[in-house]
């Protein structure tokens, strides 16, 4: 079986996770610059923001047109030059196989919105 997530990410060396929040609403996870993590205590190197879209289904597509509807939705805008803006999708697969598509308008809709896009995959 394949699973398929998205994660609209948004990391600021400038932002508290606070002033992302009361732009872009409550995140799924998120933590704040110089915040302590893990048992060595070290310190978060930047303030991130994410936002996953885990619809259930192992369609890649949907979710990034989710996380389009909601970024296109945002008033993003007025803190984008304050942080960097990214999807992460990630793909599991439990037997080694799977695939999905893309096709030409999730391209076109996330190039118009300056959006990169880093993919992860796991295979068990």
């Given at each position: 079986?394949?699973?398929?997530?998205?994660?609209?990410?948004?990391?600021?060396?400038?932002?508290?996770?606070?002033?992302?929040c009361?732009?872009?609403?409550?995140?799924?996870k998120?933590?704040?610059?110089?915040?302590e993590?893990?048992?060595?205590?070290?310190s978060?190197?930047h303030?991130?923001?994410?936002l996953?879209?885990?619809?259930?289904?192992?369609?890649?597509?949907?979710?990034?047109?989710?996380i389009?509807?909601?970024?296109?939705?945002?008033e993003l805008?007025?803190?984008?030059?304050?942080?960097?803006?990214?999807?992460?999708?990630?793909?599991?697969?439990?037997?080694?196989?799977?695939?999905?598509?893309?096709?030409?308008?999730?391209?076109?809709?996330?190039?118009?919105?300056?959006?990169?896009?880093v993919?992860d995959?796991?295979?068990?």
């Open positions: 079986m394949l699973e398929c997530k998205a994660t609209l990410r948004i990391k600021s060396d400038k932002l508290s996770l606070e002033e992302i009361t732009v872009m609403g409550e995140p799924s998120g933590f704040t610059k110089g915040q993590f893990g048992k060595a205590k070290r978060r190197p303030t991130q923001w994410n996953e879209i885990d619809l259930g289904n192992e369609n890649m597509q949907d979710c990034l047109m989710k389009l509807e909601i970024y296109n939705a945002s805008g007025s803190i984008r030059s304050m942080c960097d803006v990214d999807v992460f999708c990630m793909l599991s697969s439990d037997n080694g196989q799977g695939s999905f598509i893309l096709d030409n308008r999730i391209y076109q809709k996330m190039n118009n919105a300056g959006l990169t896009v993919f995959f796991y295979s068990d």
